[in-house]
């Protein structure tokens, strides 16, 4: 029986419906690095663990997360710290005679300790030189391709590392990128030893076309974690509570599927968790009307507050003026809405939204900005396109939350 998971990482045992996802991502990795990318809560790093803890094709896997990291000299001292735990015979064995600076840090481990191996990495650094660089092509690339190994190093929220380069040093987005860029084309994927899998929430494609650098990702394969169908949603619902010897209504999993709208697996699992809570504490079969009282628990719970509370912030976080006013302001108009908006009736409130802040742009240009905060609303999880040139919030959750709080 599987267990309810309320955003801690999953056991692989407990994942459902990704197996022929990540089958199809190691079809593509023998070719090619991918970028996985999808919206937050929706299941990256689970898949992401599951290939780390059962890797394919003779791959040893090294994980990293790089949210917090803003310069390459920390992600390369972070990928070598991690490939260090993780691998310590492996990496013993590629590093001590392969690379003078790291074998003498490793010369050094006994005194030091395995926890203190990156920050004696760090020391042995700040004595030598300073350049990332020389330091990723000859004490990494160089050195991890020589050892014949095949490696999958799994990086996640690397779109951060880039957003967070950006804002403390812009100077090195570019060269940074341009450098990971040579490593992917250069030996070609099918003849490298290593493959890349990055993950994001955040799209990388609307910051980099905005600072005329799309061409630096473009070596990686673009890969969308798919999004559960309505029966799998059901399915899930009724497995779960079958299993737990719940009694409940037959149409009570399609209703699930109604008010979850495209659904994110953490609400999922909530709502889900919630129904059992429910039975459990009425004793008698759930019936539809649960489901609604389920919806309203959780919107009003504080389990659910900090995961919804983050759709709301990081708008602030990710998007520029004038998208941002123009991101909330549409948002609290769908929230109010009962089967969502026209598309025309949104450009007007954004149009309308624009001229009140005395921002003069011709015509072409606004309406630019509309599409691209439409697109970004859409690949962000926000709305959904639910019937021609209809716009309303993807998750009905997230709308009945955003209605209660922000509207
Ligand atoms: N395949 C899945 N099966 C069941 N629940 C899932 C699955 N993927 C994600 N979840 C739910 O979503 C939560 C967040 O998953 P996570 O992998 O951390 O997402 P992300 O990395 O995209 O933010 C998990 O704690 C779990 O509740
Ligand atoms: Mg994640």
């Given at each position: 029986?599987?267990?309810?998971?309320?955003?801690?990482?999953?056991?692989?045992?407990?994942m459902w419906f990704r197996d022929d996802f990540i089958n199809l991502l190691w079809e593509i990795l023998r070719t090619e690095h991918v970028l996985l990318t999808a919206p937050r809560r929706t299941g990256k790093t689970s898949v992401m663990d599951f290939m780390a803890a059962k890797p394919q094709e003779g791959y040893s896997a090294i994980s990293v997360f790089v949210q917090d990291l803003d310069h390459p000299s920390e992600f390369l001292l972070t990928l070598l710290d991690a490939f260090q735990a993780k691998h310590p015979v492996l990496f013993r064995k590629i590093f001590k005679s392969g690379s003078s600076w790291i074998g003498s840090t490793l010369d050094r481990i006994e005194e030091v300790g395995f926890a203190g191996f990156k920050i004696a990495l760090r020391e042995q650094k700040s004595k030598g030189s300073d350049d990332w660089k020389l330091l990723g092509d000859h004490e990494f690339f160089e050195v991890v391709r020589r050892s014949k190994q095949k490696l999958l190093f799994i990086v996640d929220e690397f779109p951060d590392l880039i957003l967070n380069m950006k804002r403390n040093h812009p100077e090195l987005v570019r060269p940074f990128l341009a450098w990971f860029r040579s490593h992917c084309?250069?030996?070609?994927?099918?003849?490298?030893?290593i493959r890349w899998l990055l993950g994001g929430s955040v799209n990388l494609s609307s910051t980099l076309d905005a600072m005329g650098s799309i061409d630096?990702?473009?070596?990686?394969?673009?890969?969308?974690?798919p999004v559960l169908t309505s029966s799998q949603v059901q399915e899930?619902?009724?497995?779960?509570?079958?299993?737990?010897?719940?009694?409940?209504?037959?149409?009570?999993?399609?209703?699930?599927?109604?008010?979850l709208g495209r659904p994110v697996p953490l609400f999922l699992q909530m709502v889900t968790q919630d129904l059992y809570r429910i039975w459990?504490?009425?004793?008698?079969?759930l019936?539809?009307?649960?489901?609604?009282?389920?919806?309203?628990?959780?919107?009003?719970?504080?389990?659910?507050?900090?995961?919804?509370?983050?759709?709301y912030s990081r708008i602030n976080q990710y998007y520029d003026?004038?998208?941002?006013?123009?991101?909330?302001?549409?948002?609290?108009?769908?929230?109010?809405?009962?089967?969502?908006?026209?598309r025309k009736a949104l450009e007007q409130e954004?149009?309308?939204?624009?001229?009140?802040?005395?921002?003069?742009?011709?015509?072409?240009?606004?309406?630019?900005?509309?599409?691209?905060?439409?697109?970004?609303?859409?690949?962000?999880?926000?709305?959904?396109?639910t019937s021609n040139d209809q716009f309303d919030f993807a998750s009905g959750l997230l709308k009945a939350w955003w209605k209660k709080y922000y509207a």
């Open positions: 029986m599987s267990d309810f998971y309320t955003g801690s990482p999953l056991d692989p045992e407990d084309v250069s030996p070609h994927p099918k003849h490298d030893t630096l990702i473009n070596s990686l394969h673009d890969e969308r974690l899930f619902v009724s497995r779960m509570l079958s299993d737990r010897n719940v009694d409940f209504h037959s149409g009570i999993p399609s209703e699930v599927a109604n008010r459990k504490r009425v004793q008698r079969p019936e539809i009307e649960d489901v609604h009282t389920a919806f309203s628990e959780l919107i009003v719970s504080s389990a659910a507050r900090d995961k919804l509370q983050h759709y003026e004038p998208k941002r006013s123009a991101a909330y302001a549409l948002l609290a108009k769908l929230s109010q809405s009962n089967h969502g908006v026209p954004f149009d309308r939204l624009i001229q009140s802040q005395g921002d003069n742009l011709p015509d072409h240009e606004r309406r630019r900005l509309f599409n691209q905060l439409l697109r970004d609303l859409e690949n962000d999880f926000y709305v959904a396109e």
